[in-house]
């Protein structure tokens, strides 16, 4: 998988918490395109 931020980078380049992000993967508003099943790092 190439281009991979875990969530934490992911906040940051958002200006979201990491736990929004969850949260709102969880309801379904913005999910990630994939996620590593080793550490977590998601794919943008």
């Given at each position: 998988?190439?281009?991979?931020?875990?969530?934490?980078?992911?906040?940051?380049?958002?200006?979201?918490?990491?736990?929004?992000?969850?949260?709102?993967?969880?309801?379904?508003?913005?999910?990630?395109?994939?996620?590593?099943?080793?550490?977590g790092?998601?794919h943008?």
């Amino acid at each position: 998988m190439a281009d991979l931020m875990t969530i934490g980078e992911f906040a940051a380049a958002t200006w979201l918490s990491p736990k929004a992000l969850r949260l709102y993967d969880r309801n379904g508003l913005l999910s990630p395109d994939a996620v590593d099943p080793f550490n977590g790092a998601l794919h943008r």
